[in-house]
């Protein structure tokens, strides 16, 4: 059974940066499609960024475009975001998922839905 756990999270303020980590244990990410949502309290998960298993397709959220970046190390089976000019509004718990449905494939889903594993999430708080 895959274990996925996010770290990296914390506060910060308006302006700052962090970059979360997602590190997979049980099963390896090389060959699958990665994403990363946050939920504030009262709403929910959406997604934020996410990738194809080969990095040839990249998505954001027209709200982080620009300022976040996520990358994969297949290596050390580990997810990274990338946050930059992070504002207020990107306070939220941070969570990663993974596309365990299809493998090599070119397809990015952005539906919270369609993926299969998540980790505990790691809270980001952005201080104005």
């Known amino acids: 059974q895959v274990q996925l756990e996010e770290s990296g999270g914390g506060l910060v303020q308006a302006g700052g940066s962090l970059r979360l980590s997602c590190a997979a244990f049980?099963?390896?990410?090389?060959?699958?499609?990665m994403g990363w949502f946050r939920q504030a309290p009262g709403k929910e998960r959406e997604f934020v960024a996410g990738m194809t298993w080969n990095a040839d397709t990249l998505s954001y959220a027209d709200s982080v475009k620009g300022r976040f970046t996520i990358s994969r190390d297949n290596g050390k089976n580990t997810v990274y975001l990338q946050m930059n000019s992070l504002k207020p509004e990107d306070t939220a718990v941070y969570y990663c998922?993974?596309?365990?449905?299809?493998?090599?494939?070119?397809?990015?889903?952005?539906?919270?839905?369609?993926?299969?594993?998540w980790g505990q999430g790691t809270q980001v708080t952005v201080s104005s």
């Open positions: 998922g993974a596309d365990f449905s299809f493998h090599y494939t070119a397809a990015l889903r952005t539906s919270a839905r369609d993926y299969d594993s």
């Open positions: 049980g099963r390896t990410l090389s060959m699958y499609s």
